[in-house]
T-cell receptor
Framework: GIQVEQSPPDLILQEGANSTLRCNFS?????LQWFHQNPWGQLINLFY???GTKQNGRLSATTVATERYSLLYISSSQTTDSGVYFC????????????FGKGTLLTVNP | GAGVSQSPRYKVAKRGQDVALRCDPI?????LFWYQQALGQGPEFLTY????????KSGLPSDRFFAERPEGSVSTLKIQRTQQEDSAVYLC???????????FGSGTRLTVV
């Protein structure tokens, strides 16, 4: 099946700093989503982004499907941005099953 | 309800015990999913329901795992004769259908001792 790799595995920032998280995938995808898992364990969808660029406040994402990667940008980070960021893809004949990467653990210090 | 509700929030089971995990999806959501998340890993797909029909159970790790959604709403994931490797967070998600609108619950953390 498809492989999803995320980097870096861990990231520590000071409040106000910017960061870029990367997601590489091994095959063509039908869709790609970015999630934030908060300290209480809930996964919150940030973006549906099979291609192109989207922005939502301080967050933006870019997917280059032909090169099989996606980037999540966090600007002016806040302590509430802390948590694990997951990239997940729909691939092959499935329009419902998500394959997740291992995530990036982000810690934003005050 | 406003979100996907899972219960119990935490469960400690002795090895060999049977457990049942409950998921209340968002009202009207046709699709329901179960995922298993081991410590330090991303969630892994277990099974998928469309209404009451279980359309995909390819991710269930063994025949000790069983899921049902008899009336197309509430779902239960049952694990028989639990083993230590079953320790994980079990996440439920629901959606109106298709790829959009996935809403996850906060999960049930199962610890088998």
């Amino acid at each position: 099946g498809i492989q999803v790799e995320q980097s870096p595995p861990d990231l520590i920032l000071q409040e106000g700093a910017n960061s870029t998280l990367r997601c590489n995938f091994s095959d063509s995808v039908n869709n790609l989503q970015w999630f934030h898992q908060n300290p209480w364990g809930q996964l919150i969808n940030l973006f549906y982004i099979p291609s192109g660029t989207k922005q939502n406040g301080r967050l933006s994402a870019t997917t280059v499907a032909t090169e099989r990667y996606s980037l999540l940008y966090i600007s002016s980070s806040q302590t509430t941005d802390s948590g694990v960021y997951f990239c997940a893809v729909h691939s092959g004949g499935s329009n419902y099953k998500l394959t997740f990467g291992k995530g990036t653990l982000l810690t934003v210090n005050p | 309800g406003a979100g996907v509700s899972q219960s119990p929030r935490y469960k400690v089971a002795k090895r060999g015990q049977d457990v049942a995990l409950r998921c209340d999806p968002i009202s009207g959501h046709v699709s329901l999913f179960w995922y298993q998340q081991a410590l330090g890993q991303g969630p892994e797909f277990l099974t998928y329901f469309q209404n009451e029909a279980q359309l995909d159970k390819s991710g269930l790790p063994s025949d000790r795992f069983f899921a049902e959604r008899p009336e197309g709403s509430v779902s239960t994931l049952k694990i028989q004769r639990t083993q230590q490797e079953d320790s994980a967070v079990y996440l439920c998600a629901s959606s109106l259908g298709g790829q959009r609108g996935y809403t996850f619950g906060s999960g049930t953390r199962l610890t088998v001792v």
